[in-house]
């Protein structure tokens, strides 16, 4: 069985990421904006790719690349799921080139934040 990819190869640094990303968030429908500043309750935040559609429903969605060395702690995740709160955001992605921590994954429970690796 062959696993079905998306890119043939993995992205080379974070910006390549940050426009893999929203090529795929675009291809699926939703009007996307590379390191977009919003407004929050708290003030202005930088995004890395900010996903829109107004279709049949309104659906915002937050993505943080990181093209990091080292997985991703939950610390970030924390940060993460504050900001996609304060934004009204519909759901949020963390996208890591090398994972996450084990606390990352307890971070993200009962909560509107996946976390995913370049890979999945």
Known sequence: MTDLKI??????DWKQLQQFTGTILSECGFDTEIEKTIETVRGKVQVD?????KKAFESKTICECKYWQSP???????AFRTIIS???????FI????????????????????????EE
């Open 7 to 12: 890119y043939d190869a993995a992205p080379a």
């Open 49 to 53: 790719v900010y996903a829109e559609r």
């Open 72 to 78: 991703v702690p939950q610390t970030i995740i924390h």
């Open 86 to 92: 304060d934004t009204g955001a519909s759901q949020g």
């Open 95 to 118: 996208i890591s080139k090398a994972g996450f921590q084990k606390g990352a994954y307890e971070a993200i429970a009962s909560s509107n934040v996946s976390i995913l690796s370049w």
